[in-house]
């Protein structure tokens, strides 16, 4: 009798914990990774990920949990979009222009001279414009979450750079495509490389000025390297758009309900972006002149130097190569 008891209770455990073991394998957290370029801790676009990993891993529950990989310590900076693309990486902070030359569209989001201030650039969001991108990045196989526009200045050797003419014989680092297309009109030479590279380039004197991001001209030390900057806190021809990225494959992935959160905490995120960015555009003032470096703003005529020029070269080259280019930068300017 003892024995047949046993031999029951084994039938009734067996398939019991069998279950159990199920359920734990179906609650098994998803795990996705975000990559960036960025320094940890110092620059506001790995708090930007930070962020957004401990919201959502709380509204999910710990459904969802992050891998966050700074310094471009997972991927190479131009290898992120490539890497969503095909699903091989869920997410990335990630200045898009450096996907240019395979997905030309992305040329239009560091375009010299097309955005003014932030207002116009945020304002891409939910406009015509804004609607345009977002389903030609789908079509390219990602997701915009978090939109953040980020002002630009540029560090410099030798002379302060404010005019078309200051960059004549110089060699510059612009980071994209139509803002190298305005500089070389302008009569200067072009290397390419990602913002993690700006400080070596400078201190070896592969490039006299190079233009970058607020944050980028802080995190990545130039002003040990630099002797003059030009902020973005009066008038710049250099926004680009850096978002807050995901792979469609790893989008398709999440319950409609985990989709939800995910773009509500995305969204939530760029007041915090926009306000840091903004910050950062005058600390780099206060940052520089610290170092013994000389700083210097862009007035509305200088301004206005670059923009005729942006005109007669990237927003030329743009409209007769890109289809429909010249529509899509009359969207844009639309925006105002």
């Not at 046993?6 to 199920?22: K, Q």
């Not at 370029?37 to 709380?58: G, I, L, S």
């Not at 992050?66 to 997410?91: N, V």
Request: glycine share 6%; net charge neutral; aromatic share 10%.
């Amino acid at each position: 009798m003892a024995t047949m008891t046993r031999r029951l209770c084994a039938l009734v455990l067996i398939p019991a914990v069998g279950w159990l073991f199920g359920s734990a394998a179906l609650a098994a957290p998803m795990v996705l990774k975000i990559s960036h370029q960025f320094p940890a801790n110092t620059d506001f676009r790995d708090q930007v990920a930070q962020k957004f990993a401990k919201e959502v891993e709380a509204r999910t529950h710990g459904a969802i949990t992050f891998q966050i990989y700074p310094g471009a310590s997972l991927y190479k900076p131009t290898q992120q979009f490539d890497a969503m693309a095909t699903g091989a990486l869920d997410m990335s902070v990630y200045p898009l222009a450096y996907s240019g030359g395979k997905v030309p569209g992305a040329n239009l989001t560091l375009m010299p001279a097309l955005i003014r201030n932030y207002k116009q650039a945020y304002d891409w969001e939910g406009s015509p414009i804004g609607d345009w991108l977002e389903k030609y990045l789908d079509e390219h196989g990602v997701k915009i979450i978090t939109w953040i526009w980020q002002a630009g200045g540029v560090a410099s050797r030798d002379k302060a750079i404010l005019v078309p003419a200051d960059v004549k014989g110089l060699k510059v680092r612009g980071a994209g495509k139509e803002i190298e297309l305005m500089l070389q009109a302008a009569g200067a030479s072009i290397a390419t490389f990602p913002s993690s590279e700006t400080y070596n380039a400078m201190q070896s004197g592969v490039v006299d000025a190079l233009w970058t991001s607020s944050a980028s001209l802080m995190s990545f030390r130039l002003p040990e390297v630099a002797k003059n900057v030009t902020t973005a806190r009066d008038h710049t021809f250099w926004y680009m758009f850096e978002p807050l990225l995901m792979s469609k494959a790893t989008w398709d992935k999440l319950t409609p309900d985990q989709q939800k959160i995910v773009k509500e905490v995305g969204h939530s995120l760029q007041a915090y972006a926009l306000e840091a960015c903004k910050a950062d555009d005058q600390k780099v003032a206060e940052v520089f002149a610290k170092a013994g470096d000389k700083v210097y703003d862009m007035n509305e005529q200088q301004f206005n130097e670059w923009k005729a020029l942006a005109e007669k070269s990237a927003w030329k080259s743009f409209a007769d190569s890109m289809k429909d280019g010249a529509k899509l930068i009359e969207m844009a300017n639309a925006v105002k």
